[in-house]
């Protein structure tokens, strides 16, 4: 397939994508979210460029989908050090690793067919990208700091998301989640609000992951922290709420 053909059915389709998913979000509405406009943009390019050259080779999307994790590693590897150029490395492969996400996809639609195992490894891919930068973010705490107790508030953190109930609870559980969909549509709106505000702000996507980033270079720049230990602590106190929120939930 022609790049330029690439392109358009790359823009098609996440056009598409986006106008049916619950943020009903637009690209072409610079007005309302320029940055989120420009970072969709930026991933469908560099996809696009990846899929033309991959198209010619053996390289299957499960194999993209094994990079995107492994990526993720790397780029929490780089983060943790205490190297500056290396540092800047790992916040770039961040940044940027959305892109090999996105490859996987496009890719399985130009040469392949997308499969249910392709669409499971894009889920782990992502959260050992979380798991990732939430320890590279620790220790690159520890290294500006010399403090320890980021490695443990780390290391919390992705301790509570990893026990957390709800991951084994909508798999054994069939029952409870029932129950829990009925519940959510009884509940205050009071309690909607603030129960979608705990879960979805602050979260590990790319808008956060992005301005966490961009602090570090800030601090990397004036050669001291600001404030990017306020954010692993709130990442733990998001973690305590939703672990306990959880476990309350699925009490019954």
């Known amino acids: ?13 996440e056009k598409k994508f986006l106008a049916t998913d619950p943020i009903n979000f637009d690209i072409d509405r610079w007005s309302k979210s320029p940055y989120t406009c420009l970072k969709v943009r930026f991933y469908i390019e560099l996809s696009c460029i990846f899929v033309y050259f991959l198209q010619y080779t053996k390289v299957k999307p499960n194999h993209v989908s094994y990079l995107y994790a492994f990526s993720g590693i790397i780029a929490g590897i780089l983060l943790g050090s205490n190297n500056s150029t290396l540092l800047i490395i790992g916040i770039f492969l961040f ?18 067919k997308p499969t249910k195992f392709g669409a499971l490894l894009d889920d782990w891919g992502g959260l050992v990208g979380e798991y990732s930068f939430i320890f590279g973010l620790g220790f690159y705490l520890f290294n500006q700091s010399g403090n ?3 490695i443990f508030f780390a290391t919390a953190t992705g301790f ?6 709800k991951n084994y ?11 829990l969909l009925k519940d ?3 509940e205050k709106k009071f309690l909607k609000i603030l129960k979608n505000l705990i879960k979805n702000s602050f979260n590990y996507h790319a808008k956060t992951v992005d301005l966490i980033l961009f602090c570090i270079l800030i601090e ?6 600001f404030l990017t230990h306020f954010f692993l602590y709130i990442y733990f106190i998001r973690g305590l709420i939703i672990f306990f929120g959880n476990l309350f939930t699925y009490r019954n």
């Open 160 to 165: 509570l998301k990893a026990i957390d109930i």
């Open 220 to 225: 990397l720049y004036f050669g001291h922290l």
């Open 1 to 13: 397939m022609k790049y330029r053909d690439i392109r358009k059915f790359s823009y098609r389709r």
């Open 95 to 112: 940044f940027s690793k959305v892109a090999i996400d996105g490859t996987d996809g496009l890719l399985s639609r130009v040469k392949y």
């Open 184 to 186: 959510d549509r009884k």
């Open 148 to 150: 320890e107790i980021y």
């Open 169 to 179: 609870g909508n798999k054994f559980f069939k029952k409870a989640r029932k129950k």
